[in-house]
């Protein structure tokens, strides 16, 4: 019998079946927020061939659909814009990094306003804004470089949660 699985394993899931931890898959679209629902969508895929479970993945698109939105509407500057997701995925985790173009002086000051952190690493109480706090509350990490250029780079880790047990096979 457990020759059968692994035959119908194979057959199902034949380009997963042993992944090799970590990789990284990288994403480039326009600055268009019509695109954004097909990115959820491709990286909740990837989260679940990689052995994530339904709800890791269905959280984790929440943080790219907010991610991602922020850069089409406050880092996109011009008609031709694009923005980059990274998806580095790890055994325990993935880590989203997301980049554009950089938006106008204001909404970059709201940007690090609503990332500010005391020096205890916790949230001051200070203007929320951009969605950043429904992130903040799914992920581990999430931290805003701004270079020179004013090109902005979003960088989110979440960790698996202790899903591991929905995806093992009864016995």
Do not use: W
């Not at 097909?38 to 709800?55: D, G, H, I, P, T």
């Not at 609503?114 to 509350?137: C, F, H, P, S």
């Amino acid at each position: 019998m457990a020759k059968t699985e692994d035959n119908n394993e194979k057959k199902v899931f034949p380009y997963c079946r042993k992944i090799s931890f970590p990789f990284s898959v990288n994403v480039r679209f326009p600055g268009d927020l019509d695109y954004i629902p097909a990115v959820r969508k491709f990286v909740s895929e990837l989260l679940q061939v990689s052995n994530f479970s339904s709800k890791f993945a269905y959280r984790s698109e929440i943080i790219v659909d907010e991610i991602c939105n922020n850069a089409v509407a406050y880092g996109c500057r011009t008609d031709d814009a694009q923005i980059e997701l990274v998806n580095s995925i790890f055994d325990d985790r993935i880590e989203f990094t997301i980049r554009d173009q950089g938006g106008t002086k204001d909404n970059l000051r709201r940007l690090k306003t609503a990332v500010k952190t005391d020096a205890d690493g916790k949230k001051e109480q200070t203007q929320q804004g951009l969605g950043l706090e429904i992130v903040r509350m799914l992920s581990e990490r999430l931290d805003v470089v701004i270079d020179e250029e004013n090109l902005t780079s979003v960088h989110v880790v979440r960790k698996r949660e202790d899903d591991r047990e929905e995806l093992r096979p009864s016995n």
